[in-house]
């Protein structure tokens, strides 16, 4: 009889699935029947949500973890329907884990998950922590965001030093139009005074055109 057992357990897909994924360091779980129970899960995804593999097995996922239940269900049961793979990139996830909050980001993949006569009854979802690179990038996009106001500051800066600049010429220009003309018009009075009595007058005043 034990040897019976024995070859039905080496026969049975879930013992194998089981076996499976015991060592894969990505987070996963069978979830079977109209209530989602957890009917295979790995450590790896019970220390993501912050309990032991034995704690969670055979009970609905959103008795486990009650507050992912709005953003995960109809996904869940989507593709328990439709039988077609769903995914999700950097999702955001909450945990608690002994009264602490903890915070990521999650790869997600759903697909139907098929019994001995292929018939759909349930869901198996991978859970592939990126936080660590969601936040590398963040803060990188956080960066270049930042040094790119700097250069528009700067760049701002300068247009209006140049328009600042531009207005001193004018009015500098514009200034010093007056005055010019003036010696013009001296200079001539002057010269028609003088006429060629005064050849070193002469001079100077060639010497100031």
Excluded: W
Excluded at 13 to 42: F, H, M, T, W, Y
Excluded at 138 to 155: G, V
Aim: net charge neutral.
């Amino acid at each position: 009889m034990e040897k019976l057992n024995s070859i039905k357990t080496l026969n049975d897909p879930e013992d194998q699935i089981r076996k499976l994924i015991d060592n894969i360091s990505s987070g996963i779980v069978v979830l079977k029947g109209e209530s989602l129970k957890i009917a295979i899960a790995n450590d790896a995804y019970a220390k993501l949500i912050g309990h032991n593999t034995e704690d969670i097995i055979n009970k609905p996922l959103f008795d486990v973890i009650p507050k992912a239940e709005p953003l995960f269900r109809h996904i869940i049961e989507n593709v328990k329907i439709s039988g077609k793979s769903d995914y999700q990139n950097d999702h955001p996830y909450c945990v608690y884990k002994k009264s602490i909050k903890t915070e990521g980001y999650l790869d997600l993949a759903y697909h139907p998950y098929k019994d001995a006569s292929g018939k759909i009854s349930g869901v198996i979802v991978l859970c592939h922590d990126v936080t660590q690179q969601v936040r590398t990038r963040k803060n990188s996009e956080h960066i270049a965001a930042m040094r790119s106001r700097q250069l528009d500051t700067a760049h701002q800066e300068l247009l209006r030093y140049n328009n600042e600049l531009e207005q001193l010429a004018y009015i500098t220009s514009h200034d010093f139009q007056e005055p010019a003309r003036k010696i013009t018009v001296f200079i001539d009075l002057l010269e028609r005074s003088l006429g060629n009595s005064n050849e070193q007058c002469r001079t100077y005043i060639d010497k100031i055109k």
